[in-house]
């Protein structure tokens, strides 16, 4: 029987993973193909569901403690076996929490069980490149993200500078795909701006897959990465985009990713928001939330259960 096939999307927490993951769904929407989409996300809550309205979703949430994804992608894959042919799945899209290693992930799928039905086609690794050299560096950033920076990028089949649009100067440019070339030689690296550029990608190597014969097998290291966390802030007040901004500003140093659904204080209507890089975006919701309550997700190290907006 056909195998299913696999695309990983990994890459560090804001790096452009789920903007990446929601053109890939366009791309084989367009070639009538259906997928599944797998979701690891960091906290309790699945902040960006609305993104994914009437699609085959499975989530793993809280799947960031490294021990407990392989438990977690397992129950998911017999529940995805099971529905598999019924439904004529013929893709699986699985984005990562942007803190965990693929390692574990592609492990899991290369058990014996899985590997008679899933093929990994290509494990993607999105890197933001305005934060690279900030998270690689002794001196910006903790061992634990750089740990995982390098973990990610050795376990990418295919690597995709992204926000090259955030990086003025092409010597930058240069310098930041040196240092990646010294963690992974081998794999393609494309230049990117909001993951374009990649379904192209996937559908050159489609033409090409006689010539692919990389073997995706994963790096076996095992490191735990326990310090980054993410925790849920409930909204008590409504508040303007700039209360907001100082806010995540005033966590900056702690802070390595925020997103949410909030109310704003200006207009009494609600946002959603994202925040990477150390940008702040946001977006109104035009539909009708009723009985919403507004929510953060923080993550980063060392924040205190304690924070309050
Ligand atoms: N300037 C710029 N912003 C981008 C680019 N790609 C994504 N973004 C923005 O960066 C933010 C994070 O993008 P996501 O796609 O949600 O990143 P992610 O890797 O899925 O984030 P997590 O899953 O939370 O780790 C969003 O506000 C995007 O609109 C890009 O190429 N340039």
């Not at 903007?19 to 791309?27: D, I, R, S, V």
């Not at 799928?109 to 590997?115: D, L």
């Not at 014969?213 to 985009?241: C, D, N, W």
Request: hydrophobic share 35%; net charge neutral.
């Amino acid at each position: 029987m056909k195998k299913i096939n696999v695309y990983l999307i990994n890459g560090f927490l804001g790096s452009g993973k789920t903007t990446t993951l929601l053109k890939c769904m366009e791309y084989f929407k367009g070639k009538n193909k259906k997928y599944a989409i797998i979701l690891n996300e960091l906290g309790e809550t699945n902040i960006e569901k609305h993104l994914f309205k009437d699609e085959s979703l499975y989530e793993l949430l809280n799947g960031c403690v490294c021990c407990s994804i392989k438990e977690d992608l397992r129950t998911t894959l017999d529940e995805l076996a099971e529905t598999l042919h019924k439904e004529n799945i013929e893709v699986v899209l699985l984005e990562g929490t942007g803190v965990a290693n693929p390692s574990e992930i592609m492990e899991t799928f290369n058990e014996k069980q899985y590997r008679e039905v899933f093929e990994i086609a290509e494990s993607i690794c999105l890197i933001d490149s305005l934060h690279f050299t900030e998270y690689t560096s002794v001196f910006s950033s903790s061992k634990e993200v750089r740990q995982l920076q390098k973990e990610q990028i050795e376990n990418g089949t295919v690597l995709v500078l992204n926000k090259v649009d955030q990086l003025s100067r092409k010597l930058a440019i240069e310098k930041v795909e040196k240092r990646i070339r010294k963690l992974n030689a081998e794999a393609p690296l494309l230049y990117s701006n909001y993951g374009n550029g990649v379904t192209e990608y996937l559908e050159s190597q489609q033409k090409n897959s006689k010539i692919k014969e990389r073997s995706i097998s994963g790096h076996h290291h095992h490191h735990h990465h326990h310090h980054i966390k993410a925790i849920k802030v409930e909204q008590t007040t409504a508040m303007t985009k700039r209360e907001l901004r100082d806010f995540l500003k005033s966590n900056q140093d702690k802070l390595l990713r925020a997103k949410g659904t909030i109310k704003n204080s200006d207009d009494q209507s609600w946002y959603h928001f994202q925040y990477a890089s150390g940008l702040l975006e946001w977006q109104k919701v035009n539909e009708y939330l009723p009985n919403r309550k507004g929510e953060i997700i923080l993550i980063g190290e060392r924040l205190s259960e304690k924070v309050t907006i």
